[in-house]
């Protein structure tokens, strides 16, 4: 029983580790896309250098970001074979659906058009260069689609039946899969969320380099113009995607609470059936017993997150046990989740994201044209005291220097967000591997020692330390290097038909 434990819980933590981990570039590389792209369509467009220039920085650190992402994806393929084979043998048919098309669909356009991207600046014409990397943008999106809707699947099955002659899962209904309700509200929360991460990714570098060339003699006016532009369209970015955040995850809350009781309940705490049920700020005590005493609560807020009725109930992890242990038989404790790591994960998950949207809303005030200025200054009048102008310059001075190092610091917030995010949405669902058909216990591979388990582990831990010193030596480089304002933007336009002077040359290889 013990070595059954060991077996799993290793197995669990490797999972958790690559995964958690290859999600720390998801993020960016979905949102850097679109946001490059944007750039370089606005250079198309009006032909100024400083979205030229811009979209040559922030494409440099998504081409590292996707790099690294495809590195640490690769293994989570293997996952599934490595320490989940009876997991993959079960629900291969259902969950390998999503994944090929993923691969066969999504990652053919980001492979395909990221090199037309990166070798075309020279060679292809304005426009088309520029489609390329909104292909690459919409490839990155339809990859998260499809992942999301393989682990929507795992949340919510459905399209499937069970073959009775094999015991397996057979796919039967594949639009299910892909736009069950599930899917497509995990979907809008990760997608916003990502954008969140990108949008706080670059008014962070943004706010370093304007932050340094305040303090420059000598800066940089193409510099400056790329990383202002950058600086205000990521927090324009940063509080749509912060709004569309929250109301996506007020849209999954309810959905959870129908599908997944037990991990509403898990997120508070609530160990006992409330009506109105109250959403809980922080606790002191510990939630894991349930004898915590709340140190502040917002009365009724759970019940309108969980049904948009501030008098409804909300079951509690007890009943909710007891109810699911009923009709899938063991004892009541096996459904409950580690509520300390839930009810924690959920806050962390909702504090750093909100700081980020928060610092994003001082941001825009705070850069607004002319909204420090004396109001003489603004009208014209002369009769306002010199005093005022002082107050405004010293108070602008104070929130300027402010608003640069918070830029700055809460640059990662959303990325620690998403993974705790990732943590309260897998841990919260166990024991189940696939809800109401799988736990976690029978989904681990039988054949896999706990030896071999632990060399895994212990290898892949190494391997992504290292590539984590990797990658971020690369982005703060490149990151502090700041935009290369001695390139020049393409003077002609490139055509595709070859010209004269190329009629007689050689294929460039041939087979």
């Not at 996952?79 to 079960?90: A, E, K």
């Not at 994003?360 to 109001?375: D, M, N, Q, V």
């Not at 070859?498 to 290889?509: H, S, V, Y």
Request: proline share 5%; net charge neutral.
């Amino acid at each position: 029983m013990e070595l059954a434990v060991a077996h799993e819980t290793i197995a669990r933590w490797q999972f958790g580790i690559t995964t958690v981990y290859h999600f720390l570039f998801v993020p960016l590389t979905i949102s850097l896309a679109s946001l490059v792209a944007g750039l370089e369509t606005a250079w198309v467009r009006t032909g100024k250098e400083k979205y030229f220039h811009a979209t040559k920085f922030w494409g440099k650190l998504f081409l590292i970001n996707i790099a690294m992402g495809v590195v640490t994806g690769i293994v989570q393929e293997f996952q599934f074979g490595m320490n989940w084979s009876d997991y993959s043998r079960f629900v291969g048919d259902v969950f390998g659906a999503p994944l090929a098309m993923e691969a066969l669909i999504a990652f053919f356009f980001e492979s395909t058009f990221i090199g037309l991207w990166i070798f075309g600046w020279d060679k292809l014409p304005k426009k088309i260069h520029c489609a390329c990397m909104w292909m690459v943008a919409i490839g990155t999106l339809l990859s998260g689609y499809f992942i999301l809707a393989a682990n929507s699947w795992m949340q919510h099955p459905v399209g499937y039946t069970i073959d009775p002659v094999t015991g397996k899962a057979q796919l039967t209904d594949i639009a299910r899969v892909l736009f069950q309700d599930t899917t497509v509200v995990v979907v809008l929360h990760t997608i916003t969320a990502a954008f969140l991460t990108g949008a706080a990714f670059m008014v962070g570098i943004s706010s370093f380099h304007l932050w340094k060339t305040k303090r420059s003699n000598t800066p940089d006016p193409k510099k400056t113009a790329a990383m202002r532009t950058s600086l205000r369209l990521a927090l324009v970015v940063a509080v749509i995607a912060g709004l569309g955040t929250a109301f996506s995850g007020d849209s999954l809350a309810k959905v959870m609470f129908r599908q997944q009781p037990m991990k509403m309940a898990s997120a508070e705490a609530l160990w006992d059936t409330e009506a109105p049920a109250p959403f809980s700020i922080f606790a002191v005590g510990n939630v894991n017993e349930g004898h915590n005493s709340v140190a502040l609560e917002i009365p009724a807020i759970l019940s309108f997150l969980a049904n948009s009725d501030f008098t409804s109930a909300v079951p509690g992890i007890n009943e909710t046990a007891a109810s699911e242990a009923a009709r899938y038989g063991g004892d009541p404790k096996d459904y409950i989740p580690n509520i300390f790591v839930t009810y924690w994960g959920f806050r962390l998950m909702i504090g750093f994201g909100m700081t980020s949207f928060v610092a994003a809303l001082i941001g825009l005030w705070t850069t607004r044209r002319k909204f420090w200025l004396a109001p003489e200054h603004r009208t014209g009048s002369d009769e306002v005291p010199k005093l005022m102008l002082t107050k405004n310059r010293e108070l602008n001075g104070f929130l300027t220097k402010w608003s640069w190092r918070i830029g700055i610091l809460t640059m990662g917030f959303p990325l620690i967000a998403n993974s705790f995010g990732w943590i309260f949405t897998e841990m919260g669902r166990q024991p189940w591997a696939v809800f109401g058909l799988m736990k976690t216990a029978s989904a681990v591979s039988p054949t896999v020692t706990v030896t071999t388990q632990v060399i895994a582990l212990s290898t892949f831990t190494l391997l992504y330390a290292i590539l984590a010193v990797i990658e971020v030596r690369l982005l703060v480089k490149y990151a502090k290097a700041g935009p290369v304002t001695t390139e020049e933007p393409p003077t002609k336009d490139p055509t595709l038909r070859p010209g004269p002077e190329d009629a007689d040359k050689p294929l460039a290889f041939a087979y």
